[in-house]
């Protein structure tokens, strides 16, 4: 029970944990003023209209000393009830027949006090009776009936004062409260807002440092890692591209190799075969083997170019970034004929050059080689277009898409990666039925590291 209460309490606001217990104050001084004024107020009274009591005795005592040595003892008792009037609080109760009609109840004008309030106050009975003598035979009663109306009225209005005072002093602190609580929640938001996007690696924005002393510290510490994470991510980013220039530069140098070294070879082994061939049509199965020879050394070069063309995109900057994808996609078209393939291409994507132009071309490379291994699809769109602010490229497929757990692949996963060095995003979606591959690449590339030469 006790910790389903310590969860209770936890999940309200501080707002709500601060009011809670002024609320509960405030209850518990009302309740702790009506009990002292109830355990109070009726000695109180008592106390005051005790020498009322008294002088009644007193007057009774001395009307029967007048009656007994007067003539006339019932004329001197009219006279005497004649000289009290109504609202007085001594009055006459004649034991024969009411001589005059007295009040039945000392609280009759309450003056506006709530029937509750003398509820709660249990006025005790003040009411006093003396018996009055003519001959050692009662003729009546001299009886007190104080108006305690004023009294009252008085108690109610200080009840009133203790209320208003103790309301406006609850209201005062919660002001007080709740403007205090603003001061140290707004800081402690913003610690919250920034940690946030600290979380999602966005460290550029700086926490405002607010509040009292403890949380401006803890402000300005999470800034200072927010710097730190700041340098380590682009450490990390330059030393991603430092890696993928590095892997350019070997795929530069072993396409260069292939193409200077194994392409010649090839070629002079064509030639000699086609001669071969051309020496001895007659040769029987010396010719047949000649055209299997001839035949493979073809398969190998076209197998030779689609390597070096997967290693090093020569003719970007020759032809330019647009021309090239183009090339790229009616590739794809002659390859997979069965695979219907659409295209938005941005002219503007001439206009960019270098590592972002080779990371736009691999991207939809190996986007689309994807497509035509894996996917199963029946139609595939690639989408590039560039703004002054980004350049975004996307391939999409209708194909079955891609295994729960395996999101990025060997390839996309190196992709990724060249992405990053960039200061962009790579994502793998899967809306209405068809795959997206998203890229995202700022218009101006992070900036390079310089690259030093390794041993």
């Known amino acids: 029970m006790r910790v389903r209460i310590d969860l209770m309490w936890q999940r309200l606001s501080f707002r709500t944990q601060l009011f809670l217990p002024l609320g509960a104050s405030f209850l518990a001084t009302l309740i702790l003023g009506g009990v002292l004024l109830q355990i109070f107020a009726a000695g109180q009274l008592a106390d005051e209209n005790e020498p009322a009591r008294r002088s009644t005795r007193t007057i009774a005592t001395a009307l029967n000393n007048t009656l007994r040595a007067s003539d006339d003892p019932r004329k001197t008792l009219d006279a005497f009830v004649q000289s009290l009037t109504t609202s007085s609080d001594i009055q006459f109760r004649s034991a024969e027949g009411p001589a005059a009609e007295p009040r039945k109840?000392?609280?009759?004008?309450?003056?506006?006090?709530?029937?509750?309030?003398?509820?709660?106050?249990?006025?005790?009975?003040?009411?006093?009776?003396?018996?009055?003598?003519?001959?050692?035979?009662?003729?009546?009663?001299?009886?007190?009936?104080p108006d305690l109306s004023a009294d009252l009225f008085e108690k109610w209005i200080g009840f009133l004062a203790l209320t208003g005072l103790v309301a406006m002093l609850t209201v005062l602190t919660g002001i007080i409260a709740y403007v205090f609580a603003g001061s140290a929640l707004r800081p402690l938001q913003h610690l919250g807002e920034g940690l946030t996007r600290m979380r999602r690696g966005d460290?550029?924005?700086?926490?405002?440092?607010?509040?009292?002393?403890?949380?401006?510290?803890?402000?300005?510490?999470?800034?200072?890692?927010?710097?730190?994470?700041?340098?380590?991510?682009?450490?990390?980013r330059d030393l991603m591209h430092r890696l993928v220039s590095l892997q350019d530069d070997e795929r530069r140098d072993l396409a260069r190799e292939l193409h200077d070294e194994l392409g010649p070879l090839l070629f002079s082994i064509r030639a000699g075969t086609i001669a071969l061939v051309d020496a001895s049509p007659q040769a029987g199965n010396l010719g047949k083997s000649a055209q299997d020879v001839l035949q493979s050394v073809e398969a190998l070069q076209q197998t030779n170019r689609r390597i070096l063309d997967r290693l090093r995109p020569l003719y970007i900057q020759e032809l330019g970034l647009s021309t090239s994808v183009q090339t790229l996609l009616q590739n794809f078209r002659k390859q997979a004929?069965?695979?219907?393939?659409?295209?938005?291409?941005?002219?503007?994507?001439?206009?960019?050059?270098?590592?972002?132009?080779?990371?736009?071309?691999?991207?939809?490379?190996?986007?689309?080689t994807n497509v035509l291994r894996h996917a199963k699809a029946s139609n595939a769109h690639v989408q590039a277009t560039v703004t002054d602010k980004a350049l975004v490229v996307e391939i999409s497929d209708d194909g079955g898409g891609f295994p729960d757990g395996n999101v990025f692949g060997r390839g996309l996963t190196g992709m990724h990666e060249r992405v990053r060095a960039l200061s962009g995003s790579l994502s793998l979606l899967r809306v209405d039925g068809r795959t997206h591959v998203r890229c995202r690449l700022p218009a101006e590339p992070?900036?390079?590291?310089p690259v030093q030469p390794i041993g």
Not at 115 to 121: C, D, K, M, S
Not at 219 to 226: D, G, M, P
Request: hydrophobic share 45%; glycine share 8%.
């Open 203 to 236: 460290y550029a924005k700086p926490i405002p440092i607010g509040g009292p002393p403890e949380i401006r510290q803890s402000c300005a510490e999470a800034n200072a890692l927010a710097a730190t994470l700041a340098q380590l991510s682009q450490d990390n």
């Open 446 to 449: 992070a900036r390079e590291a």
């Open 105 to 145: 109840d000392g609280r009759h004008n309450l003056q506006g006090v709530p029937q509750w309030f003398v509820n709660l106050l249990m006025v005790p009975d003040m009411d006093a009776a003396t018996p009055v003598l003519i001959d050692g035979k009662r003729v009546g009663d001299i009886v007190f009936l």
């Open 337 to 368: 004929p069965h695979i219907v393939l659409t295209d938005t291409i941005d002219p503007g994507l001439d206009g960019i050059a270098g590592p972002l132009a080779q990371t736009v071309y691999r991207v939809i490379q190996e986007a689309l």
